[in-house]
């Protein structure tokens, strides 16, 4: 088991027990990925070399999928066991069912678990599939929401600067304005978060808890992961970038 620096966590996403994290970090002089408990604690390292980007756990728990080398890969969850799944593509987010939706060239697609793909929608990114399958959010120069059993559509929000929707169980929407946590509610009132995560820092909702998300946090030249209650405002790093050691720990 490999320590991380409590440096340099970046995109954390939960996974579906809420028991770990999974994130990214450059302490091994790379953007590679890593694991550690959601509560604090040693972090695992499973990837090297090839730079990765946006984790995304399976809803089984036995993949986490990422983009490296301008395709979509899957790693085991102790990095023991790893598979390529998409060529040419970015931004990968699962449904229930474990299909998988993805950006490429700006267009979404759904890779079903027998590995065919189609085309979903034209002029989408960075989607996000609801914890029901019945929604993935997405941007297309604002917030969006595209039903997939009907495929209408619903625009949420209309600033470009807007990204990294990420839809909850109650079927408010956070995202990144500007380098602020936003949440907008299904009644469409807007609410600003009054916490700092940085542009590709895309929130994700804890997968047991509706009002928590984790995100990473600048602060004073150092990146910390946290969790952050939408409801109370409270904030909790699971790093820490001031110590010593290495060890990512409470």
């Known amino acids: 088991m490999e320590l991380i620096s409590a440096e340099n966590g970046m995109s954390p996403t939960w996974s579906p027990d809420g028991q770990q994290i999974a994130f990214l970090s450059n302490r091994a002089e790379g953007w590679d990925l890593y694991t550690m408990p959601a509560g604090g604690g040693e972090a695992t390292r499973l990837t090297s070399g090839a730079t990765a980007d946006d984790p995304a756990w399976s809803t089984d728990g036995r993949w986490i999928a990422l983009e490296r080398n301008h395709r979509i890969e899957a790693v085991s969850p102790d990095g023991k066991e790893r598979k390529v799944l998409v060529e040419e593509a970015s931004h990968p987010t699962w449904s229930p069912t474990n299909q998988l939706a993805f950006a490429r060239n700006c267009d979404l697609y759904v890779r079903e678990p027998d590995g065919n793909e189609r085309l979903m929608l034209r002029d989408a990114d960075q989607p996000h599939w609801s914890a029901d399958g019945r929604t993935i959010v997405f941007t297309r120069r604002g917030i969006w929401e595209l039903d997939v059993d009907s495929g209408d559509l619903r625009q949420r929000t209309q600033s470009p600067s807007d ?88």
């Open 163 to 250: 990204e990294s929707p990420c839809i909850q169980f109650d079927g408010d929407i956070v995202f990144i304005r500007h380098g602020q946590l936003m949440i907008i509610h299904q009644d469409g009132a807007m609410t600003d978060i009054s916490y700092h995560p940085s542009p590709a820092g895309a929130p994700d909702p804890h997968p047991l808890e509706i009002d928590t998300v984790a995100y990473q946090l600048h602060d004073g030249g150092n990146w910390d992961i946290v969790t952050a209650s939408l409801e109370h405002g409270n904030v909790r790093k699971l790093t820490r970038a001031t110590w010593t050691s290495w060890n990512a720990r409470l």
